[in-house]
């Protein structure tokens, strides 16, 4: 059983939360909602979904988890403006651990400073922030660039979650270390779905 963090604010959108919470649970892994806050209610923007913040921020470490989930909405862009949370991304990107974006989630991947050189998706209004950031952007249900998993809207949750799901089953590292010659796997281009 592995831990995944769901850093969420107000706004969130309530079915990128929700799928991805319920899979990780189904799939006998434990779901950590992590806020700036501790304690704090989130309201989904759709008002379906209210959650409590479990966890602060500043009380956890990327040590603490084997992946991270961003769901999108507005909620990212209040994220963006907490220096942990900035933080708290840039370690998972650090670490090799998966790190899974949807919708507007990839706005962290901008202000963590971790997009330069990377195909993504998103949803497509912030899609020239990505690129401006230096990302390779591409418009697809689901991207995977070595850890990091992006998708652009609520139609792709299936193929999302799947992505999550398999890495933090199979595990990046062992995906890295591939029997291919470091300068063969460098050549690997990104998985698009």
């Not at 769901?71 to 963006?80: A, I, K, N, T, V």
Request: proline fraction near 5%.
């Amino acid at each position: 059983m592995a831990r995944i963090a769901f850093i969420v604010a107000n706004d969130f959108e309530d079915a990128e939360f929700r799928v991805p919470y319920d899979e990780v649970k189904k799939a006998g892994h434990e779901a950590v909602i992590i806020g700036v806050e501790a304690g704090k209610q989130l309201k989904g923007k759709k008002g379906r979904e209210v959650i409590t913040a479990e966890k602060s921020v500043k009380d956890v470490r990327e040590e603490d988890f084997a992946a991270l989930v961003i769901p999108g909405g507005y909620s990212p862009d209040h994220l963006r403006m907490d220096i942990h949370m900035v933080g708290f991304v840039r370690d998972f990107f650090k670490a090799d651990k998966p790190i899974a974006a949807i919708c507007h989630g990839p706005w962290m991947l901008v202000e963590a400073d971790i997009a330069d050189g990377r195909t993504v998706t998103s949803f497509p209004s912030i899609k020239t922030d990505l690129i401006n950031a230096g990302s390779r952007w591409v418009d697809r249900e689901v991207v995977e660039d070595g850890g990091l998993i992006t998708s652009r809207k609520p139609d792709d949750l299936k193929a999302f979650c799947a992505a999550l799901l398999r890495q933090v089953s199979q595990g990046l590292a062992a995906r890295l270390e591939s029997p291919l010659a470091p300068e063969a796997a460098s050549d690997q281009q990104p998985s698009v779905h």
